[in-house]
């Protein structure tokens, strides 16, 4: 009982995999960089858009192929955690861009 109790706790399975984090990430900076083509200039829409296509990239770790001992590896925690960092701050730039579009 104890045992299948441990390997049940062990196995948890995230909402949003690492792969997920990297996709929305990338597709938000992609994102951002178009809207701030009409906002700035065209370096700067490159410069994002180079960004997030470096996350879309990322996006194949494999996560659900790690075991138990590489997902509770200090590592992939700081990876996941930077993930959702990542996602949560490419949505806030999309928002902040088409806010900043809104107004003009």
């Given at each position: 009982?104890?045992?299948?109790?441990?390997?049940?706790?062990?196995?948890?399975?995230?909402?949003?995999?690492?792969?997920?984090?990297?996709?929305?990430?990338?597709?938000?900076?992609?994102?951002?960089?178009?809207?701030?083509?009409?906002i700035?200039?065209?370096?700067?829409?490159l410069?994002?858009?180079?960004?997030?296509?470096?996350?879309?990239?990322?996006s194949?770790?494999?996560?659900?192929?790690?075991?138990?001992?590489?997902?509770?590896?200090?590592?992939?925690?700081?990876?996941?955690?930077?993930?959702?960092?990542?996602?949560?701050?490419?949505?806030?730039?999309?928002?902040?861009?088409?806010?900043?579009?809104?107004?003009?």
């Amino acid at each position: 009982m104890t045992n299948a109790f441990v390997k049940f706790f062990m196995k948890k399975r995230h909402i949003i995999t690492i792969e997920n984090l990297h996709l929305i990430a990338g597709f938000s900076l992609i994102i951002s960089g178009i809207l701030v083509y009409f906002i700035d200039s065209l370096e700067m829409a490159l410069s994002w858009a180079i960004f997030g296509a470096m996350y879309i990239s990322m996006s194949d770790i494999g996560e659900s192929d790690m075991s138990i001992e590489k997902l509770n590896h200090p590592n992939h925690i700081i990876r996941r955690l930077f993930g959702y960092v990542g996602a949560g701050l490419g949505v806030v730039l999309v928002l902040f861009y088409l806010g900043k579009l809104a107004l003009n």
